[in-house]
């Protein structure tokens, strides 16, 4: 099973290239800092707005730079089946654990329409697969039943939830028979949802505090709630300030104050203004970050 703190990687640019140098760095920090596992080229990876040759090439750096010391689950996601299945192939070719796959914005299908698109990448790539459930950017999610569904296939191994439910888990594991990673997709849920059955969380925040969010995951895992709570109240303000303006201006702002990588982000998530920025740095301050 995947577990603890899986970081949602940065893609770092500079004037509009991948820097591959600058990811190369990021990779090399998450692993030193102890991070569980790493997602490129997913949501806070602006996997959107990456050429077909940049996101192969994350992804390929990525793997390189984990040399297999922690896995690697590549966002292969797409609401087209083809290149669903093209990213999924490409991620083993690669060398890549397991892939993420989200489905269902602008097409919104019904239930049924995402049970079948997810099978239908299931039967013909190779990896496990991680389901991203994310109703308030895809309108449409998985609904419990669907979702249970879904995990009868033998690679269909875990959920990225970021509905907002803590809830959901309770009633998906009664349904679920198998070894299956819950994750969560919101890291100021993440205890929370930990303590409904949860295995880790793919974490935003980590890719700026790495070792703090994986002692946090470390806590729950263990079952030490009293820890996970106390660090979890000091990391709520940056939880809060990085997720002040779209995702992932914040993430980067913070990450050019460690020096991974510049604040450049593409459009259309532009720069921050000032008093986030004020309030990002105030946060990593006080967690002795900076």
């Known amino acids: 099973m995947f577990r603890g703190s899986i970081t949602a990687l940065l893609t770092p640019f500079r004037d509009g290239q991948l820097d591959e140098a600058a990811l190369r ?111 308030p950017r895809t309108i449409v999610g998985l609904e419990v039943e669907t979702l249970a569904r879904l995990a009868e296939l033998p690679r269909v191994v875990g959920v990225k939830d970021a509905t907002g439910d803590v809830t959901r888990i309770l009633l998906e594991r009664r349904l679920i028979n198998k070894a299956f990673s819950y994750l969560s997709g919101d890291d100021i849920a993440a205890v929370a949802y930990s303590v409904g059955g949860g295995a880790g969380c793919i974490s935003v925040t980590s890719n700026i505090a790495p070792a703090l969010v994986a002692q946090l995951h470390q806590y729950c895992l263990q079952g030490d709630y009293a820890s996970a709570r106390e660090l979890q109240d000091r990391l709520v303000p940056l939880h809060r300030a990085l997720f002040l303006e779209p995702n992932p201006a914040g993430a980067k702002y913070a990450a050019s104050l460690l020096g991974l990588c510049s604040e450049e982000c593409r459009l259309p998530v532009i720069a921050l203004k000032d008093s986030s920025k004020a309030a990002i740095r105030q946060a990593m301050v006080e967690l002795q970050l900076i």
Do not use: W
Request: charge should be negative; hydrophobic fraction near 30%; aromatic fraction near 8%.
């Open 25 to 135: 760095k990021m990779v090399r920090f998450q692993v030193e800092q102890g991070s569980h596992g790493l997602v490129p080229v997913g949501t806070t990876g602006e996997s959107p707005t990456l050429s077909e040759a940049e996101h192969k090439r994350v992804v390929e750096i990525t793997v390189e730079e984990c040399g297999g010391r922690i896995p690697v689950i590549a966002g292969a996601g797409s609401n087209n089946p083809v290149e669903a299945i093209k990213y999924s192939r490409y991620a083993e070719q690669a060398g890549a654990d397991a892939t993420l796959h989200v489905a269902g914005y602008y097409n919104r299908p019904n239930q049924e329409g995402l049970y079948q698109h997810f099978r239908h990448v299931h039967d013909n790539s190779g990896l496990p697969i991680i389901l991203y459930n994310i109703p």
